[in-house]
Nanobody, 125 residues
Framework: QLHIVESGGGLVQAGGSLRLSCAVL???????MGWFRQAPGKEREFVAA????????NYADSVKGRFTISRDTAKITVSLQMNSLKPDDTAVYYC???????????????????WGQGTQVTVSS
C-alpha cells in the first residue's frame, strides 16, 4: 500500500554533512516516520523519529545535537539532516512508517510496518 524511497546517501569525510530524504508514495494513515540504520553485523538501530503532525521528535543519544529530522510541509517527505558525521555513523539508513498515532514516538523497529530499501551512508576517517 505504501512505497517508501530513501535518497541522499553517499560517501563523506568525517565531520561532513549529508541530508537524507524519505518520500512516501501511496495512501494510508501515518502516525509517525522514523529513521533507522544498520551497520554490517549489527542489528537495526533507531536514529530519529517525527510525528506526522511534526509536533514531536525523538533522537537516539548517539545522534543528538548532530542530526535533525524534519517534515517537508510541501510534500509527503521527511528529511534527516546529518552534521558532524563520524565513521560510526556508517550504515544503511532506512526510513519507516508507523501507521498509528501514539502518545510517544517509538524507537522499536517492530513498531514500524512499512520500510524503504535503504540508502548507504559511508563516513571515512
Amino acid at each position: 500500500q505504501l512505497h517508501i524511497v530513501e535518497s541522499g546517501g553517499g560517501l563523506v569525510q568525517a565531520g561532513g554533512s549529508l541530508r537524507l530524504s524519505c518520500a512516501v508514495l501511496g495512501r494510508a494513515m501515518i502516525g509517525a516516520m522514523g529513521w533507522f540504520r544498520q551497520a554490517p553485523g549489527k542489528e537495526r538501530e533507531f536514529v530519529a523519529a517525527i510525528s506526522w503532525s511534526a509536533t514531536s521528535t525523538n533522537y537516539a543519544d548517539s545522534v543528538k545535537g548532530r542530526f535533525t529530522i524534519s517534515r517537508d510541509t510541501a510534500k509527503i517527505t521527511v528529511s534527516l539532516q546529518m552534521n558532524s558525521l563520524k565513521p560510526d555513523d556508517t550504515a544503511v539508513y532506512y526510513c519507516a512508517v508507523d501507521r498509528y498515532i501514539r502518545s510517544s514516538l517509538m524507537t522499536d523497529s517492530a513498531t514500524y510496518t512499512n520500510w524503504g530499501q535503504g540508502t548507504q551512508v559511508t563516513v571515512s576517517s
